[in-house]
């Protein structure tokens, strides 16, 4: 299954999603799939005082999913070279659960937002909806902590591709999907594994040569010193990779970690 099928672009019309649009765009136009742009929002309820008395105001949530998708067919316009179908979506409720319950009904395999941190604190934190849709999501999930640093767009168009590891076993399948994303949206991928002890290094390398021959694969591999999390952000950093992909197992538990210090995008799977 190289590409994706069904990428969903959940979108609060904030300036993180706008530089999101470009990444979104590329991979539909390269795979072919379709694009869900969805809003979310939540059906309030206010108390209004009256010289009478109090009353209930009850939003128009109809109404409200009809402006939501006249703004997001603004946002996200087709454009005369696309060659892929975009649908705008609006759904009344809880943001992430809105996210994750759309993917899972929609056979979606690939959900693309944005780390949602705020101000001085966004270097520690990515932000709970963020959160939650990494720890909950049923399917990949894209996304990128600097929106703001000018040199974000020029990963738009995927050239180096970064795949953390374990080393372990279950890791197979991941190197073997992560080599079908490469042959789809990029031109190198580099398999590589951070340790605090530089002796286990060479074993490390005979592990990922055996998970290799599992995955049928023949790819780059790289043995760096340090935390592993912070190892494999920094070589993703020196090699300026376009994308940094991390599979299951320990790393995963480390991908806040990984998508703070990393420059460019990451890649849930």
Avoid: Y
């Amino acid at each position: 299954m190289p590409g994706f099928r069904h990428i969903l672009f959940p979108v609060d019309f904030s300036e993180r999603c706008a530089a999101v649009r470009p990444f979104v765009r590329h991979l539909a136009n390269e795979s072919g799939a379709k694009v869900t742009v969805l809003h979310s929002f939540e059906a309030a309820r206010s108390l209004c005082g009256a010289s009478d008395g109090a009353f209930t105001t009850v939003f128009d949530v109809s109404q409200m999913q009809e402006e939501s998708c006249s703004l997001l067919a603004e946002f996200f316009p087709p454009e005369p070279d696309d060659a892929f179908k975009i649908v705008h979506s609006a759904a009344c409720g809880d943001t992430a659960h809105a996210i994750v319950d759309f993917a899972r009904n929609n056979d979606v395999d690939l959900i693309m937002i944005p780390s949602h941190g705020h101000g001085k604190f966004h270097r520690l934190f990515l932000g709970s909806l963020t959160s939650t849709i990494l720890e909950t999501a049923p399917c990949a999930v894209w996304t990128a902590a600097h929106t703001e640093d000018p040199a974000l767009p020029s990963h738009a168009r995927c050239r180096t591709i970064v795949l953390a590891l374990n080393a372990k076993p279950e890791e197979a399948p991941v190197i073997r999907r992560a080599s079908e994303v490469c042959q789809a949206f990029s031109e190198r991928l580099v398999l590589v594994h951070g340790t605090r002890n530089s002796s286990e290094g060479q074993a490390a390398r005979r592990q990922i040569e055996d998970l290799q021959r599992v995955a049928q694969t023949n790819l780059e591999t790289k043995i760096e010193s340090g935390e592993p999390a912070e190892a494999v952000a920094s070589f993703a950093r020196e090699c300026n990779a376009d994308l940094l992909i991390v599979g299951p197992g320990a790393l995963r538990e480390k991908a806040p970690e990984i998508i703070r210090n990393a420059r460019c995008p990451v890649l849930r799977l």
